[in-house]
């Protein structure tokens, strides 16, 4: 299925068969596409390249098609990561993270940090940390595949 052309974003590069590899809903999933390209909040004068997913509903392209600026996918897939490692630790903790220390990390970007941490405001989060564990550990070969691959082209670019 072809990405639309003809709305607000405009699709540079794209990938036009991720439904067949969108993870665990591959094969059965409504994001048909991904793309990079001119965003849809561009002002005159003024572009951003953004990332979009592209959901069709059998019918017709999504309002619920997301789209992203570039340095937020990876400020994502930093959160992803570090989440990840943390996990990778966490069983030393009766909760799977420290109670009194909920923060995992400040990375440092852009003179400042992003923090990670526990939310510790939501009220069931010992129960929904333990959701969210296991479906990182269900998920650890999905995951890996798209991190060795991400890893091995961050190191042929130089990074």
């Known amino acids: 299925m072809k990405i639309p052309t003809t709305l607000k974003h405009k699709p540079v590069i794209v990938s036009e068969n991720y439904e067949r590899v969108d993870g665990r809903y591959a094969g059965n999933t409504d994001a048909k596409g991904i793309s990079l390209g001119l965003a849809q909040w561009n002002d005159r004068g003024k572009v951003d390249i953004s990332a979009k997913v592209w959901r069709y509903t059998g019918e017709k392209w999504s309002r619920q098609s997301e789209e992203l600026p570039l340095h937020r996918v990876l400020d994502l897939s930093i959160l992803i990561t570090r989440s990840m490692a943390h996990f990778r630790e966490a069983y030393r903790y009766e909760n799977l993270y420290d109670q009194e220390k909920p923060v995992i990390d400040r990375v440092g ?51």
């Open 109 to 159: 970007l852009q003179g400042d940090a992003m923090t990670v941490s526990v939310c510790t405001d939501n009220e069931k989060i010992n129960d929904d940390i333990k959701l969210f564990s296991q479906a990182l550990s269900d998920d650890d070969e999905l995951i890996g595949e798209r991190l060795r691959t991400l890893s091995r082209i961050l190191k042929d670019m130089g990074y």
